[in-house]
């Protein structure tokens, strides 16, 4: 083995461009595409579009743009603005642009892509939620997605203050009630927000800008992210937390996470019992975090005191619901970023980017994976596999609150360095460690800029291996720096989350976690065991799943020597229930367990 060769991305600052251009209109540009030939002879294709004197790209603008953004599409394009068109309208008029611009209310479905019958070559989504457009079909087809996530950044804050102030003095009802003939002064006392404890929940962008407005209001104000940066926290006074902590400890909470798997109905009956009774909520992010049903059960038990929402999980939601009708709940409906400053940010951010991306640069708010030549993707598909579940798999063994910031990624190949591109498998591990507590698509794209946003350093490290190139890797190894562990075997002999795969007969393979070696397949999720080496472990774990109707696809035990110490890695189909988990670890030999979802 010689020694490794290693690099630190950087993110690129000149956009890549391929120009092709042609006075003819029916000439339209090309698919999205990337190709990867060997060695210097790379290159980047995003978009050809079509300019010349007689003709201009035509983009469609489904709902309402500000003025602002709509002038400067104007200076590129044909822009044809056509409001409220039903599905069938927008589909016969799709194939005769280039780019289409939505805001939430118009679907973009699998038919909108075909329509265009392959012209279609950017959506624009003005805002930063992209649910109604079909990210699949849109890479399928070549189309690159764009967003529009900053502008509506102090808005939303601003209103998420606003809740908070409102709902604190009882503004709403108060209103209601003066406005009904009534007069009951002592029915609205409020409280006081000065020296009250705010825990912001996700501290992003509009979390942030809801600290620095609440630090003003003189609250003492917590933060619980796993991926926020501490000096950003301590410049404005802000103290990052764990999770339970924040629960425990808020007098108020506000919530500006994204709606994910981990997420979703974040606060519910567990989470709200262990909150300080009186507590008191403010929502402006997604109507999924919260469980509303248990929200109405801790409203009526007293645990929660009041709260203040922007955001449902259906919207509207029916008029009849209890959650709406509380009396110590206060409602808007989804006003957050609806301001005209806002509105008008928002087409500006939206126009440049979709300009951008018709101009052939490399949109740094591009959603989705552009197509990869087939030839490259058929040879790396198991890896680009391996790469991200190794990602999700390593930041899910990080403690809550410890962050991640150094990722360490390692491969062993024989073949050259030159001849082994690595970019689009460092886009998936960024992929697997941000997408599970994140709204951001992370792709080839956008990996590198999504990593240096959230001040999160990876570097790589190859290493040669003598022997047949025929495979392009053998192992990937993917280390976690400077980070706490809820499972300590998988801390490394350095102190680092570790762990390794590789790819057999095409499928995916953990085969390393911390310094013991195990060997099951990265399918469905896993459960990891410390265990005493002894006999009858896997039989008694395997009972406990079987009774609770988890089917296990694979078993594997690594161990330092017989009778010490072992690892047992569970690959299961289905998750089981807190129940089956506390059974498991209630084993005596079983020293450490922890659930891993893929």
Not at 109 to 130: D, H, M, N, P, T
Not at 177 to 197: F, I, M, P, Q
Not at 504 to 518: A, N, R, Y
Request: charged share 20%; with cysteine.
């Amino acid at each position: 083995m010689s020694a490794a060769a290693s690099s630190t991305i950087s993110v690129a600052t000149n956009p890549l461009k391929s120009l092709s251009l042609s006075s003819s209109r029916s000439s339209l540009p090309s698919a999205s595409s990337i190709s990867f030939p060997s060695r210097n002879q790379r290159r980047l294709i995003l978009i050809s579009c079509t300019t010349g004197d007689a003709s201009k790209p035509t983009i469609l603008v489904a709902e309402k743009l500000g003025d602002a953004g709509v002038k400067l599409l104007e200076d590129f394009a044909n822009v044809d603005c056509s409001y409220n068109m039903t599905p069938e309208e927008l589909n016969t008029k799709i194939s005769l642009c280039d780019a289409l611009i939505v805001r939430s209310g118009t679907k973009v479905g699998r038919e909108v892509f075909e329509s265009s019958r392959g012209r279609l070559k950017v959506v624009g989504r003005a805002g930063v939620g992209i649910d109604n457009v079909d990210l699949r079909a849109a890479t399928e087809f070549g189309c690159l997605v764009v967003n529009a996530p900053t502008a509506n950044t102090i808005a939303a804050a601003e209103h998420g203050i606003a809740l908070l102030a409102a709902m604190a003095r009882n503004v709403a009802q108060a209103d209601a009630s003066v406005k009904a003939g009534e007069w009951k002064r002592n029915k609205y006392v409020g409280v006081s927000l000065v020296g009250k404890t705010l825990a912001v929940l996700g501290f992003g962008k509009v979390g942030t800008e809801v600290a620095r407005r609440a630090k003003g209001l003189g609250m003492r104000v917590i933060a619980h992210d796993p991926y926020a940066p501490a000096d950003r926290a301590h410049a404005i006074g802000v103290e990052l937390v764990g999770f339970g902590e924040a629960l425990a400890t808020a007098d108020f909470i506000s919530l500006h996470m994204p709606l994910t798997p981990a997420t979703s109905k974040i606060l519910n009956d567990e989470t709200f019992a262990k909150m300080k009774k009186g507590v008191r909520i403010v929502n402006v992010a997604r109507g999924g975090v919260i469980d509303e049903d248990a929200l109405v059960r801790a409203l009526d038990a007293g645990i929660v005191a009041q709260a203040a929402l922007d955001v449902f999980t259906k919207e509207p939601p029916a008029k009849d619901s209890p959650l709406v009708q509380h009396e110590r709940v206060t409602v808007t409906p989804h006003l957050g970023a609806s301001t005209m400053e806002a509105q008008e940010g928002v087409a500006i951010e939206i126009a440049e980017a979709v300009v951008g991306a018709l101009n052939g640069e490399l949109a740094a708010t591009a959603v989705n994976a552009p197509m990869v030549s087939a030839e490259v993707l058929t040879e790396l598909k198991p890896y680009v596999i391996l790469a991200e579940k190794l990602g999700r798999l390593a930041v899910q063994l990080v403690a809550g609150g410890s962050g991640v910031k150094n990722v360490k990624v390692s491969y062993t190949s024989s073949r050259a360095t030159d001849d082994l591109d690595t970019r689009l498998l460092r886009a998936m591990i960024t992929k697997g460690i941000i997408e599970p507590i994140s709204d951001v698509y992370v792709n080839l794209v956008n990996a590198d800029f999504t990593a240096k946003q959230r001040g999160l350093r990876l570097s790589e490290e190859r290493v040669h291996l003598d022997g047949s190139p025929e495979n392009p890797l053998e192992t990937i190894t993917v280390k976690l720096g400077n980070v706490e562990s809820k499972f300590a075997s998988s801390l490394s002999e350095s102190g680092e989350v570790k762990v390794e795969g590789k790819v057999k007969d095409g499928v995916p393979h953990l085969t390393k976690v911390g310094s013991f070696e195990v060997d099951v397949t990265l399918e469905g999720s896993i459960i990891l065991c410390r265990q005493v080496d002894q006999p009858g472990m896997i039989g008694t774990v395997g009972s406990i799943l079987g009774e609770s109707n988890v089917n296990v696809n694979f078993m594997s035990v690594g161990r330092i020597a017989p009778r010490k110490q072992a690892i047992m890695a569970i690959g299961v189909d289905d998750q089981p229930s807190k129940e089956t988990l506390e059974k498991i670890g209630e084993i005596p030999a079983v020293e450490e367990f922890v659930f891993l979802k893929l």
